[in-house]
Every structure is written in C-alpha cells, then in structure tokens.
C-alpha cells in the first residue's frame, strides 16, 4: 500500500524566514511520482513540482527547493525567505507509474498549514 | 477560463436526497480524476476516467456513488441517498494523458448534507 506522512500539522513563521516542510512516504512500487501541491483559500491545488522516482537531483525553483532522499523516503520542500503570499495549505502526493500513460491516482499527505505572518 | 471547471460550487442537500456534481475539464485533456477532500485532510482518489471508461473506480466508497463521462469531455459524480458523512469537498482534475504531466484541478464543489 501507498502512504505519504505530513507529521506538521501547522508551521508559522514570520516573513522571510526560511520554513522546510517534512514529507516521507511509503511505496511497494520500485517506480513512482512525488509531488507538491500548494491549496490556497480558494481551494484550487495549484502543482509545484513532479520528481520521478528514478532522478534524486535536488531542484531549485525561485524561493522554493525540493530534497528527494530515496534512502530515507523523504521529499522535503523548503521555502527561502517566506513571503506572506506563501500562506497556504500543502501536499505532498505519491503516484505510482503505471501502464496508462500519464494516469495519476494520486495518494495525498494530511497536508501541512503554513502561516507567514507580516 | 482554459481551467477545469466545476459546477456548483456549493451544494446544501437533505439527508437521503440525491445529487449531481459537474465537472468540465480542461479542452483535449483525455484523463479526468474525481478526488474528495474532507475538512483538514488531503484528497482521496475516487475515480479515474480515461476518455468515456472508468479506467478505475476503486475510491469508490460504495454503491451509492457513481461517475459518468459519456462524451469523454464533461463528467458527473452522482451520489445517491446523501449520507452526512458525506458532506466533503469534491475535487476534480483532468490531464493528457502524455507521459510526464501534471494533473490541474478545479476548486471543487463543497457539499453539505445536513
């Protein structure tokens, strides 16, 4: 079976903080997808970034960075210098690749609220 | 917009009684993906459409759920005999169906069974 653990149920910082959100997974499969989805108020998930299982390169987007660690079952999501607009909900997701190219039964962490405060 | 839209966006609905949610995906996107999302908890598969077929419906959580998608565009998530428990906000997404790609969402329809 599939699961992905957010152990922070809430973070708040203040702006410009560094903030790192934990996720670690479980997977049967030895080929899979991470994701990170970001849920503002409106609701949307709004996608942050794919990593396929097979690439362990860290990644660097903007403020936000990702850390896979296969021997640990970690993909770790780090904002640099918090921004008020980071204020959000977010997911990490685990899918398996599968036959049907391109289909995504995503499995969702409990998600971590992350507060930015002025 | 170009976006997956979903309609309504709130749904108030007696016990027992039975509903509809819509979802128009993305145009050309062949894959459509039903998610529910209860208060302070990620979203859980559902149902998986590629094209007019459920590829898989294993979220399903019993029979009084069904999804169609006749045309392979629009789908509808029908639930029969509304439960409170099923009061949650239904999420769906639509993607090509390329390898290497990115399922985007709508903002979902937040129903209430009181």
């Known amino acids: 079976a599939q699961k992905v653990t957010q152990a922070q149920t809430e973070i708040s910082v203040v702006e410009k903080e560094d903030v790192t959100l934990d996720c670690v997974y479980e997977t049967r499969d030895t080929t899979y997808y991470l994701f990170w989805y970001k849920q503002p108020p409106s609701g949307e998930l709004v996608f942050l970034i794919r990593?396929?299982?097979?690439?362990?390169q860290n990644e660097i987007s903007g403020r936000y960075s990702w850390n896979f660690q296969k021997s640990t079952s970690s993909f770790n999501f780090t904002i640099t210098a918090s921004q008020v607009v980071d204020s959000a909900v977010y997911f990490c997701a685990l899918s398996a690749l599968t036959l049907l190219q391109g289909a995504q039964k995503l499995v969702f962490g409990q998600g971590t609220r992350l507060t930015i405060n002025p | 917009g170009a976006g997956v839209s979903q309609t309504p966006s709130n749904k108030v609905t007696e016990k027992g009684k039975y509903v509809e949610l819509r979802c128009d995906p993305i145009?050309?996107?062949?894959?459509l993906y039903w998610y529910r999302q209860s208060l302070g908890q990620g979203p859980e598969f559902l149902i998986y459409f590629q094209g007019t077929g459920a590829a898989d419906d294993s979220g399903l959580p019993n029979d009084r759920f069904f999804a169609v998608r006749p045309e392979g565009s629009v789908s509808t998530l029908k639930i029969q005999r509304t439960e409170r428990g099923d009061s949650a906000v239904y999420l769906c997404?639509?993607?090509?169906?390329?390898?290497?790609?990115?399922?985007?969402f709508g903002q979902g329809t937040r129903l209430t069974v009181v």
């Open positions: 997404a639509s993607s090509t169906d390329r390898a290497n790609t990115e399922a985007f």
């Open positions: 990593r396929n299982s097979f690439d362990e």
């Open positions: 145009s050309g996107h062949t894959a």
